[in-house]
């Protein structure tokens, strides 16, 4: 027995008030409290990404409100998941995690109010955190219709240039900017994809752009094509992956969707390979008419979302094909 057969068996999805539970491995969960009000909750917790203490809480923060963004909600308030070492660690390192992670809830508009912390060997720290959202408002990985356009509003290449900055392989400035993009919230992308009358929303984070994609089409019963020549990615990621830089979890992003994904075209290795790499911190994918999505990016971009850009659409499911579709061009 698998997590999946023990959530199953575990989980209240048959309650009404449960607008989203565990069936569609969707990023949040979400109860309706009353006819105007739901709340949604998540939890996350991730391992270092940098040295610099302060960033990382930035980031471990960003990422876990994320999940709040991609159901279209708000952050209203947050506990910090912390595992700490005993030794080892300088208590000032510790205190610029959690400063990192305050700062940037503030930032969302929402308020840490306590949190657990935990003895471990390695440090790891995220956010439990609680959102609200219209019920008629949910952005859910099972809306995806035939007709849309998707769009993605980060680039794509975070685990590789982590890897590369640990071994000096890549210049402070070239990962100051990766970090920005990490610590950048996905506030904007959430308010902007509402306005735009988004049908349905993931966070790209540890399954990849692949990962992801395989949910929202199984949850929507659709197929996507993606436009590779379309997909943001920083440009040193390809160098990285051609190097050898991967990660533990790059082979069980490809093994995933296997059965499910097609490359169409002359791909190499690299530009495969980004498919899979996990992100941290990732943007969102959207499934938005297609009437709207180009001026949804046009939006993103005038407020800052520079990396936003419409990289695939959405098509009917068909028996036969391959669920997710990557195309060299469009």
């Not at 607008?19 to 709340?39: H, K, P, Y």
């Not at 700490?84 to 929402?110: S, T, Y």
């Not at 992100?279 to 939006?299: C, F, M, R």
């Not at 993103?300 to 850009?309: E, I, K, M, N, P």
Request: glycine share 10%; net charge negative; hydrophobic share 45%.
């Amino acid at each position: 027995m698998d997590l999946a057969d023990l959530l199953d068996e575990l989980a209240d999805v048959t309650d009404p008030s449960v607008l989203v539970g565990i069936e569609t491995s969707d990023d949040a969960g979400v109860i309706a409290l009353n006819d105007d009000l739901a709340l949604v909750q998540t939890a996350d917790v991730i391992t270092p990404v940098t040295d610099d203490a302060y960033a990382f809480g930035q980031v471990a923060a960003a990422n876990s409100l994320s999940d709040v963004y991609a159901m279209g909600g708000k952050p209203v308030g947050a506990l910090n998941l912390a595992f700490f070492p005993d030794q080892g660690v300088p208590v000032e390192a510790l205190k610029g995690i959690l400063r990192g992670a305050h700062d940037k809830v503030r930032e969302a508009g929402a308020l840490i109010v306590g949190g657990h912390t935990v003895r471990d060997d390695e440090v790891k720290f995220g956010l439990a955190v609680t959102g609200t959202c219209h019920p008629d408002q949910v952005l859910r990985n099972s809306g995806a219709r035939p007709g849309d356009l998707l769009v993605l509003t980060k680039p794509l290449g975070t685990a590789v240039l982590i890897g590369g900055h640990k071994r000096g392989w890549i210049e402070d400035a070239v990962f100051d900017e990766v970090l920005r993009w990490m610590m950048a919230l996905n506030d904007i992308a959430c308010e902007e994809a509402l306005a735009y009358g988004a049908h349905g929303a993931t966070d790209v984070t540890g399954f990849g752009l692949a990962g992801h994609s395989r949910e929202m089409v199984v949850a929507s019963n659709v197929r996507f094509r993606f436009w590779f020549n379309r997909i943001p990615h920083y440009p040193e990621a390809l160098e990285m992956i051609a190097r050898g830089l991967s990660t533990v979890v790059t082979p069980q992003n490809r093994e995933s969707v296997k059965d499910l994904l097609e490359f169409v075209g002359d791909f190499d290795e690299p530009r495969q390979t980004l498919m899979f790499d996990p992100q941290t911190s990732g943007g969102l994918l959207v499934s938005l008419p297609a009437d709207e999505a180009h001026a949804y990016v046009e939006a993103l971009r005038t407020r800052g979302v520079d990396w936003s850009a419409v990289v695939g659409e959405v098509l009917p499911a068909s028996p036969g094909s391959a669920a997710i579709e990557v195309r060299e061009h469009d």
